[in-house]
Structure formats: C-alpha cells, structure tokens
C-alpha cells in the first residue's frame, strides 16, 4: 500500500505491506519518508519482504 499525508505542513510518504498470521496476528511493515519514495526506496523494501517469513 503507498500513501501520503501532511504531517505539521510537510508532506510524508509511505509504504506498507500487511501480514495475517495463522493466529490471527497483523503485522506491518512500514517505510516513511519526507521525499518521494524513488525506485531505490521500493527494492529496498521489496528485498525486505522477501527476505522475511514467520517462524512456525
């Protein structure tokens, strides 16, 4: 999920991906910015996430 608010007049960007675990847990992965988010930003977060798995 991407999105953008004002924050004290500035503007602030993120990113978001939502994890359901079989219990019934929400997990967020969050990433802000005061800048754009580039395409750099999106690997990175992207890499994240791949990398990521729960422990069962």
């Known amino acids: 999920m991407h ?3 004002l924050r004290e007049g500035k503007r602030v960007f993120q990113q978001q991906a939502v994890f359901n675990s079989a219990d019934n ?3 967020v992965f969050t990433m ?3 800048a ?4 750099g ?4 977060f992207q890499a994240l ?3 990521f798995c729960f422990n069962t």
């Open 25 to 27: 847990h929400i997990l």
């Open 41 to 44: 930003d999106n690997q990175q």
């Open 3 to 5: 999105a953008s608010y």
């Open 49 to 51: 996430l791949s990398g």
């Open 32 to 34: 802000t910015c005061t």
């Open 36 to 39: 754009i988010l580039t395409d």
